[in-house]
């Protein structure tokens, strides 16, 4: 990795109240050692920098997030170096400690889709999306939120067999594609989202005609999972991407997956999305390649965060 971009990068942003730069990093990462001698120790050596770390904790996403919030300072500078989880634990401390600070991602992870949205975003001010879960604040994504079939195909990578092989190296994108489809086609007959009212800026849906939908997608940034192309929604305040699917159906999903990799995601323009449980029901969540089991939820609203963070 060429060091000297993000060194620049920081050399300009200095100022009397921009010069402590906190390092995100996962200790237990396969390339754990990858982050310490190509961003620690150059970081160590800039000069007029005050450089801190926090090590990613083995507990979870908004569990970290919360602890890093409470370390920041205005005029701070959160590096991380690392996957999307990293990545989003990052974003998160940085939206939720409401400091002055400037957010940047280093990509040392599989798909690496919030460190290529923020890339692209550099020197400018991104807005992310917000999940709210029965009226409270859940998380922020940079790039997207899914519920359903996508956010439960997310748990393979977290199962001890495909650690192994991700950790032993040159396991890139092929070897996620063949990991997922193994999953679909094992799992693809179950029932991944209850039936549930769906209201947006574009359209309404009644509980009977989600019955057989098994995924909704919010967009905000340039990738989903690497291949999907995205779009720079990220620049605006209000609009993203969204879509509901029937994807356990392959044909509909090759179709998709051709659209989506090939042009865009295909989906509306929407300002919210609701998404409301009558009865309540277990689902699953994902933002970034990180997700949550959901018990006995009614209503999720997916919309712009009020909150804007500015990248180096």
Partial sequence: MDFSKIENKILAAKTKNFRRVILVYNPRSSKAIRVKTEVLEPLRKIPGIITGK???RPTDVDDNAEKLSKLLQDGDIVLTAGGDGTSTIGLNGALLSKKDVRFYALPFGNFNDLPRTIEQASGKEIYPLEAIIDGKHYRYAACYFTIGMFAESTEIFDTEKTRKKLRKGNKGIFFSIK???????????????PKFKFISSEKTLEPDETKDISDY???NGISVAKMMKGGKFYEDKTNFLSTTKKLTSFPRLATFMAKSILKRVPANISTKDTIIFPNGANVEIQAEGEYKKLKHV???????SEKSIKIL
């Fill in 179 to 193: 990991t997922l489809a193994n999953w679909y086609f094992k799992n693809k007959r179950k029932n991944f989202i």
């Fill in 217 to 219: 997608l919010a967009v």
């Fill in 298 to 304: 009614q209503e999720i609203i997916i919309k712009k």
């Fill in 54 to 56: 926090y090590e990613v």
